[in-house]
């Protein structure tokens, strides 16, 4: 619970940081009324968002202590709503920011952790190419391979710090990894886990950086039969079938 208060306060922090940012805006006499209505527009959103949030702490309670929230989304309009919701925070300002669609996958999963997950990856992505020359370009992507859907984020900015790098590389305990790599990148980890999948910082060089998160095919439920979340099993039992 302790560790669930901390991923939410944090993601709080940065809806409200763009409430803030956009009522700020809206409080500018030089708006005009169009401005002024989608700002407010982007200040509902963000606050459903953190509503959502704030719903997510009911979820422990009501299922015994395991968050059995699975259901069947579409992948895309997941993405394409965090897509939207990224936009709105003051640090995705003078950001190319593009979503290259997929054929619809329709599949089982978690739609406000993933969408979290997503969002923080892109957030993150924003921050690193603020520091960067521009034109600032970040490319989200949709994709399939044999085992596993990937959800692919791709940024021109400087790479990330050897230190990130060096943990991705090695493997770390659970509670290791959440201290070194930060609240952001640790919250996308344990979103991938949930879906059987995995985060993989793919590449890191100065003008691209690539975070991929990997979520098996396997744990996904197919279309037409009921979904069943990833529960964490206790040593020496072994996971249904």
Do not use: W
Not at 9 to 22: E, G, P, Y
Not at 81 to 88: D, S, W
Not at 203 to 219: M, P, W
């Amino acid at each position: 619970m302790g560790c669930m208060a901390e991923d939410i306060s944090h993601d709080m922090r940065n809806h409200l940081c763009a409430v803030f940012a956009n009522v700020e805006l809206m409080s500018r006499s030089t708006r005009s009324q169009t401005e002024r209505e989608e700002l407010l527009e982007d200040v509902r959103l963000a606050i459903r968002s953190s509503i959502d949030i704030l719903d997510s702490l009911l979820l422990p309670s009501n299922t015994g202590g395991h968050i059995h929230n699975f259901r069947s989304h579409s992948l895309n309009e997941v993405i394409a709503h965090v897509v939207k919701m990224v936009h709105i925070h003051p640090d995705a300002r003078k950001v190319e920011l593009s979503f290259l669609d997929h054929p619809i996958l329709e599949v089982c999963i978690d739609s406000r952790e993933l969408g979290r997950a997503v969002y923080n990856l892109l957030l993150n992505a924003c921050q690193a190419v603020s520091t960067g020359s521009t034109p600032r370009r970040i490319q989200i992507e949709l994709c399939e391979e044999r085992s596993f859907i990937q959800i692919r984020v791709i940024d021109n900015g400087p790479g990330v710090p050897e230190t990130i790098r060096q943990i991705f590389s090695k493997s770390l305990s659970s509670a290791d990894k959440r201290l070194s790599i930060g609240l952001g990148l640790t919250i996308a980890q344990r979103a991938a886990q949930k879906h059987g999948g995995f985060l993989e910082l793919e590449e890191s060089t100065i003008g691209k950086t690539v975070f991929v998160l990997h979520l098996s095919k396997a744990r996904l439920s197919p279309i037409g039969r009921p979904c069943r979340p990833t529960i964490p099993h206790k040593s020496g039992e072994r996971e249904e079938s």
